[in-house]
């Protein structure tokens, strides 16, 4: 018997293809880790969805929204499959607030439109 679990594909985020720990989603409807978009948007610099490649507006560089059901979902499907070896750590956090957004903005030179 094959004891590997397949993972439910919407569970993954589509940057880091790992089970997504605090799910968030963007404007365009797209989900991901909240760490995986954050680093996508901040440190590397970019402005669009990595999916979808649409420009994303300032406001979505504040607007992550938390997918609550989806990160339930998840944890569900954890829990139910521990005696596989699926672990599952919350380790959701509060979004990033504007100030601190300015301000990475402003040191990573991000010109975005308002």
């Given at each position: 018997?094959?004891?590997?679990?397949?993972?439910p594909?919407?569970?993954l985020?589509?940057?880091?293809?790992?089970?997504?720990?605090?799910p968030?989603?963007v404007?365009?409807g797209?989900?991901?880790?909240r760490?995986s978009?954050?680093?996508?948007?901040?440190?590397?610099?970019?402005?669009?969805?990595?999916v979808?490649?649409?420009?994303?507006?300032?406001?979505?560089?504040?607007?992550?929204?938390?997918?609550?059901?989806?990160?339930?979902?998840?944890?569900?499907?954890?829990?139910i499959?521990?005696s596989h070896?699926?672990?599952?750590?919350s380790?959701?956090?509060?979004p990033?607030?504007k100030n601190?957004i300015?301000?990475?903005?402003?040191?990573?030179?991000?010109?975005?439109e308002a």
């Amino acid at each position: 018997m094959d004891n590997e679990i397949d993972v439910p594909p919407f569970f993954l985020c589509p940057i880091s293809l790992e089970i997504m720990k605090d799910p968030v989603t963007v404007s365009t409807g797209i989900t991901y880790d909240r760490e995986s978009i954050e680093t996508w948007l901040f440190s590397d610099k970019n402005k669009t969805c990595s999916v979808t490649k649409q420009q994303l507006s300032s406001s979505d560089f504040s607007d992550l929204i938390p997918n609550h059901t989806l990160g339930g979902l998840i944890h569900l499907w954890c829990t139910i499959n521990a005696s596989h070896g699926i672990e599952r750590i919350s380790t959701s956090k509060p979004p990033v607030n504007k100030n601190k957004i300015s301000k990475l903005l402003k040191d990573e030179d991000i010109d975005v439109e308002a």
